[in-house]
């Protein structure tokens, strides 16, 4: 794809003759181990970010033997600079609710769930009505499966899944412990399937077209297409669904203003691109992963504020529960508030830096973690601008 | 937990352990100890506080040895250069969080964040302070507890102690993110919410943000003022832990060194809460069998049955919450310790010719909600607060330290008289199941002239562990004028931990459990597991105390609670009989019901 313009794509908001019960009767006519093979062979990872094969998700979920079981679309799409679920589900919900149908039928599950993001509470209304119509139709091709609604409250961290079925549950929104893996112990301590709104879509549209005509698509690490949300300094704004594959490069030509200095791949979570690097940073799983958040900065802006935007958001959306979480983001604002008011040292920035690979590798679950990626980006590259 | 083993490394050594086992069970196998703050023996696994992780050859994160179970082949490192960079960046964290002017705090030397703080010679924080920009937050409106968020360390296990172990929740998580924090309902004070004031979270808190509101000054004044007369009460499960504040291992039977060093340290009179015990079998006993009487004989459907014990003031407050329409079923007899301050202002005094208002009583209490039940309005029976202060089993430690005894060396000392003589039977009323114990022996007996059926009067099913144990007695060959219970099987209940007795109430209260008397301490094991009790705890501490009370009691000539002759006095020269009018007025009391939250 050197030198090429990205690729738009048009599979997840594609409507034209689709019915997307006939699809779920269709793919009924399947085994259930049949699917997981398409699955696995159409290469699609979790579209949420972390990148897990769909196919080994749904297969492990399978594999478990337990009367219960769940399937759950994750719609708490809480991440900085991420608004693609928001349009899928707005506009097509029905691939969505018929991916969790497939879901459902390929792992045993009679039950289903959308874990909506609380913003997106206005959406409740048409989807549940859609949602009669579609658990209708359910019966009537004999699929005993139906999904439900369920509302988040507005905490970040309820995006990560054993925090989603800790509120599921009643619960205050805190990551439990792994193992067990949802696969294994999810919601209600039953197997649980949950996946991304848009691997939800992808699924579904594997079964309807194939794996192979998915597999075209991509890179042998990342294959298929991405929804992307571009935001930031770009006159392109808004939802692009692009061929996975690109270098950052590629992407900048395309969605930037002819200044950008840097990207921000992947929301607040993620990992930032300055200049130098856009021609050999791939977007997609050898490269940089994303979740589809890509937010463009040009030279007016300053990356100190960027940063200390994001250290505000994860010192408060921390759950509190695991130290290196809960202090470590509040070191780090604090941190970079005290060197650029001269109190300490520019060395402190490697201290932090320090400290932010102890929250990578010691933090509870995937929201402490992350917090080192935007960090040790934005101070690698951009130093002059946090201590001037 | 299944036989499958697992073989795995833990730095280099090879090691099989069942399938199940954490990685930090399987490396203490080895002796290699894995520092932890959030784990505690008695609770769930949280695996929040990141100090225990350790590095899996291979693996993209640091594992919470606490919370992860061992796998086929895991190749462990529990001090390689990068745990160890990670375990000090946690431990400067929580430093950074906590308010560490260790030498003023209440916790000085029995604190497990400094306890690891100095193992990791942690020096000049690196980390900007966190404590002083936020406003400072202390409750001490209670007066069992007082509550330090500055000194917090998030490590939840007041939280699953107050959830878990005693089902009361009056603790909870609160907040997210840097305005994380443990709270009450609506952030009240501890003395407006459903708190019992047990202090099973003072017990596990492991740095000094939930502690026990001391009264050790005040005790020295008293003390030290001539003009007063100052008696102190020990309760049964203090003579069996005490030991661990001064160097002991847990379950040595110190008693007679106790009432040594109690003397020395200016008491004027050593007293036994272990008298009042007996005198609680007869009041209680009484009441019983005035209550079966009533349903059997009177047919009185207004009688409340089962009848529970009142011991326990962590249950007395946990019932008056919880379940208020089963007030009735409390036994009216108030706690040993009330009954003995009642007496020591009125009987004692009498005895000795001193003027009420010149004694002062204070107790030493395996519990820090004796020392709310003291403060409770009911308990002003002799005209004056009967009860003037009560310190825990760790502040009688601190007492005895500050004036330079030499505890292992002293000699043992009876109690004085009167009021200090007991027997075996009120001994375990330390343990789970004692009360029951104590109870059966001298109600089998009063009502048959024989003694209770069971070998060297031990009652085994009412003694152990297990959180809610029964027993059956079968009453035969009645005296005459007990004749109307011949042939019942009286059906007792003895649970311990609030969690426990809830579980139990909702039996009853469903109708799923029939009992005639039921015994409830709010603590795991009963009171030698009470919230003043030293710290640490776990099973097997609890276990050895428990040992150590039974022992006590098999070791002395008297084990009836009715063959206590200080008991046979007072009931002559003062009281008249149990459940008289002069013992309803001193040495029994009422509930009030509360609020749900």
């Known amino acids: 794809m050197e030198n090429t313009r990205p690729k738009r794509v048009d599979i997840i908001f594609l409507m034209e003759g689709i019915d997307p019960i006939k699809v779920v009767e269709n793919a009924m006519k399947k085994s259930p181990d049949e699917i997981i093979l398409d699955m696995i062979d159409s290469g699609l990872k979790g579209r949420g970010g972390a990148g897990f094969p769909t196919g080994l998700k749904w297969k492990f979920t399978r594999n478990e033997d337990s009367y219960d079981k769940y399937v759950i679309c994750n719609a708490d799409e809480g991440e900085p600079g991420t608004f693609k679920d928001r349009e899928i589900l707005d506009r097509v919900p029905e691939k969505v609710f018929a991916g969790l149908a497939i879901c459902g039928y390929t792992i045993g599950a009679r039950e289903g769930f959308i874990y909506l993001r609380g913003e997106y509470n206005f959406l409740l209304p048409v989807l549940n009505q859609k949602l009669d119509v579609f658990n209708a139709g359910m019966k009537k091709i004999g699929l005993d499966f139906a999904i439900q609604m369920r509302s988040g409250s507005g905490a970040y961290i309820c995006g990560e899944e054993s925090a989603l079925f800790e509120s599921m549950e009643g619960k205050r929104g805190e990551p439990r412990n792994k193992p067990p893996y949802p696969t294994v112990a999810g919601y209600l301590g039953k197997p649980t399937a949950i996946n991304n709104v848009e691997t939800l879509v992808y699924a579904f549209m594997i079964a309807r077209i194939g794996a192979e005509k998915f597999k075209e698509m991509g890179t042998k690490d990342s294959r298929g297409s991405k929804v992307f949300s571009i935001s930031g300094d770009t006159p392109k704004a808004g939802i692009s669904e692009l061929e996975l594959g690109m270098s950052v490069q590629q992407f900048v030509d395309e969605f930037g203003d002819g200044d950008t200095k840097a990207v921000q791949v992947g929301g607040a979570s993620g990992g930032c691109v300055p200049r130098k690097m856009f021609k050999e940073t791939i977007i997609g799983y050898e490269g940089i992963p994303t979740g589809g958040s890509m937010m463009l900065f040009n030279s007016s802006r300053s990356m100190y504020n960027v940063l200390h935007d994001y250290l505000e958001f994860f010192t408060e959306e921390s759950c509190g529960q695991c130290t290196p979480c809960r202090v470590g983001c509040q070191q780090l604002l604090k941190g970079i508030e005290a060197v650029k008011r001269g109190e300490k040292n520019p060395a402190y920035l490697d201290d932090l830096k320090k400290l932010a690979k102890t929250m990578k590798v010691a933090a509870k679950c995937g929201l402490g973690q992350s917090v080192a990626n935007p960090f040790i980006s934005i101070v690698s590259n951009f130093k002059e601008e946090i201590i001037y | 937990m299944s036989k499958y083993l697992v073989n795995l490394t833990i730095n280099d050594i090879p090691v099989s352990v069942p399938e199940g086992t954490t990685i930090l069970a399987a490396a203490s196998k080895l002796d290699f100890r894995i520092p932890t703050l959030c784990y505690h023996e008695d609770l769930c696994v949280a695996g929040n506080c990141r100090v225990c992780v350790v590095e899996q050859v291979g693996g993209r994160a640091l594992l919470a040895a606490c919370a992860t179970p061992v796998g086929e082949g895991m190749q462990i490192h529990t001090n390689s250069a990068v745990v160890r960079t990670a375990r000090k960046t946690i431990i400067e964290l929580l430093l950074s969080e906590h308010s560490s002017d260790c030498t003023k705090c209440y916790k000085n030397g029995n604190c497990e964040l400094q306890s690891l703080a100095h193992e990791y010679r942690v020096g000049d924080h690196v980390f900007i302070d966190l404590v002083n920009g936020k406003r400072k937050h202390i409750d001490d409106l209670s007066p069992s507890i007082i509550k330090d968020d500055s000194k917090c360390i998030r490590c939840q296990r007041c939280v699953r102690t107050c959830d878990e172990l005693q089902g009361v929740s009056a603790l909870a998580v609160a907040y997210k993110g840097d305005h994380q924090k443990i709270s009450t309902f609506l952030d009240h004070p501890l003395v407006e919410v459903v708190c019992t004031n047990c202090g099973q979270c003072v017990n596990r808190c492991p740095v000094g943000a939930l502690i026990e509101k001391t009264y050790v000054e005040e005790v020295w004044d008293v003390i030290n003022n001539p003009n007063k007369h100052v008696v102190v009460q020990t309760a049964p499960a203090v003579r069996v832990a005490i030991g661990e504040e001064l160097g002991y291992n847990p379950g040595e039977r110190l008693t007679g060194k106790m009432v040594t060093a109690l ?19 007869l009041e209680e006993g009484t009441e019983l069998l005035t209550r079966l009487k009533r349903a059997v004989v009177d047919k009185d459907p207004t009688v409340a049955l089962p009848m529970t014990t009142s011991c326990s003031p962590g249950w007395v407050k946990f019932i008056e919450h919880t379940f208020p329409e089963f007030l009735p079923n409390v036994s009216t007899c108030k706690s040993p310790q009330q009954m003995f301050g009642a007496l020591a202002k009125t009987y004692y005094a009498q005895k000795k010719g001193l003027k009420a208002q010149d004694i002062t009583v204070v107790s030493i209490m395996p519990c820090t909600a004796k020392k709310y039940e003291a403060n409770r309005p009911e308990m002003r029976s002799s005209g004056y607060k009967d009860v003037d202060y009560v310190l825990t089993t760790r502040e009688l430690g601190m007492m005895i330290k500050q004036a330079g005894i030499n505890f292992q060396n002293l000699e043992d000392s009876p109690y004085d008289s009167i009021m200090g003589e007991s027997t075996g039977a009120a001994v375990i009323f330390g343990a789970t199941g004692g009360v029951m114990e104590a109870a059966l022996r001298t109600v089998y007996e009063v009502v048959t002239g024989r003694e ?59 109708g799923t459990a029939h009992y005639h008397f039921i015994e409830v301490m709010a603590c795991p094991g009963g009171c030698l597991g009470g919230g003043g009790q030293p710290i640490p705890t776990n099973e097997e501490i609890r276990s050895k105390r428990a040992a150590a009370i039974y022992g006590e009691d098999e070791g002395l000539p008297l084990r009836k609670s009715h063959e206590n002759p200080e008991i046979k006095m007072i009931y002559e020269e003062f009281l008249g009989a149990p459940n008289s009018h002069k013992s309803h007025s001193l040495l029994h009391t009422h509930y009030l019901a509360r609020k749900k939250y």
Request: aromatic share 6%; with cysteine.
């Open chain 2, 452 to 510: 209770v059926p069971f070998a060297n009067l031990n009652i085994m099913p009412v003694r152990g562990m297990d959180g809610v144990k029964e027993a059956k007695v079968k009453i035969e060959g009645c005296l005459p004028e007990w004749k109307f219970l011949d042939g019942i099987e009286v059906s007792c209940a003895v649970a311990h931990s609030l969690a426990n007795a809830r579980k139990l109430m909702q039996a009853v209260k469903d």
């Open chain 2, 263 to 281: 003397k020395r340290l200016g008491f004027d009179s050593v007293l036994d809460t272990d008298f009042t015990a007996d005198l609680t079998i």
